[in-house]
Nanobody, 124 residues
Framework: VELVESGGGLVQAGASLRLSCAAS????????MAWFRQSPGKERAFVAS????????LYADFAEGRFTISRDNAKNMVYLEMINLKTEDTARYYC??????????????????WGQGTQVTVSS
């Protein structure tokens, strides 16, 4: 499965961004999908995940209430809507597809396919 992220950019604190992830295969192959992020010098961190059918979501504590993950299986797309961005949200954001699990999971090891990432920079 190939994953291509888009939508990152440079924004000011308090702004909103919508990240998109285009998958080369349908939900029957990608199954659960997720967003992770990584800042320089830090480990890759879980942001949010969504089940195959999109009925179940899971968020990291920092994302709860500010980020919303969704998917459009008709278009093989996954989105991450981010509002009230903070400087600490600055990171490279990666889309991931499980290919194994249909339900949400926060463990990076449960995702077999990864995109190249899209950079989000939030200035003060």
């Amino acid at each position: 499965v190939e994953l291509v992220e888009s939508g990152g950019g440079l924004v000011q604190a308090g702004a909103s961004l919508r990240l998109s992830c285009a998958a080369s295969k349908p939900a029957s192959d990608t199954l659960a999908m997720a967003w992770f992020r990584q800042s320089p010098g830090k480990e890759r961190a879980f942001v949010a995940s969504i089940s195959r059918a999109g009925k179940s979501t899971l968020y990291a504590d920092f994302a709860e209430g500010r980020f919303t993950i969704s998917r459009d299986n008709a278009k093989n797309m996954v989105y991450l809507e981010m509002i009230n961005l903070k400087t600490e949200d600055t990171a490279r954001y990666y889309c991931a597809a499980s290919g194994v699990f249909g339900l949400t999971t926060s463990r990076a090891g449960d995702y077999a396919n990864w995109g190249q990432g899209t950079q989000v920079t939030v200035s003060s």
